[in-house]
């Protein structure tokens, strides 16, 4: 099982990869907007803001995320490390129910580019 740590490297990873992107994965990441992910097997929720083309993690805290993000995660740590890593296709993992999405019509729109 993921530790706290590697899922924060993990989403640190992840923000980099989204800062040298280029096309259409770059200006998916270019939104603005509040960013939630919960790690459910550490029950921890990691929240920030997508800003900028990164992922700016403000905040870690226990249990579910305290207030409602514009984009929201849900996950097992393993299945983000394993995310970032390129080893588990984010695609087949949402539509397989191992992670959840959930945004507003406009915004998943703009981030299909990042599958």
Known sequence: MATIEECRSALDKLS??????DGDVR???????SLSCHIKDLDV??????????IEVRDTHEGAPREKA???LVM?????????NGEL???KAWAAGRV???????????????L
Request: a positive charge; glycine letters at 8%; zero cysteines.
């Open 16 to 21: 980099d990869n989204l800062a040298s992107a």
């Open 76 to 84: 097992t740590g393993d299945d983000l490390v394993a995310m970032v």
């Open 100 to 114: 959840k999405l959930e945004a507003g019509f406009r915004d998943l729109l703009q981030l299909r580019k990042l």
């Open 45 to 54: 929720t990691f929240t920030g803001r997508l800003k900028d083309g990164r």
């Open 70 to 72: 514009q984009i929201r």
């Open 27 to 33: 200006s998916a990441a270019a939104l603005d907007r």
């Open 89 to 91: 296709n984010f695609a």
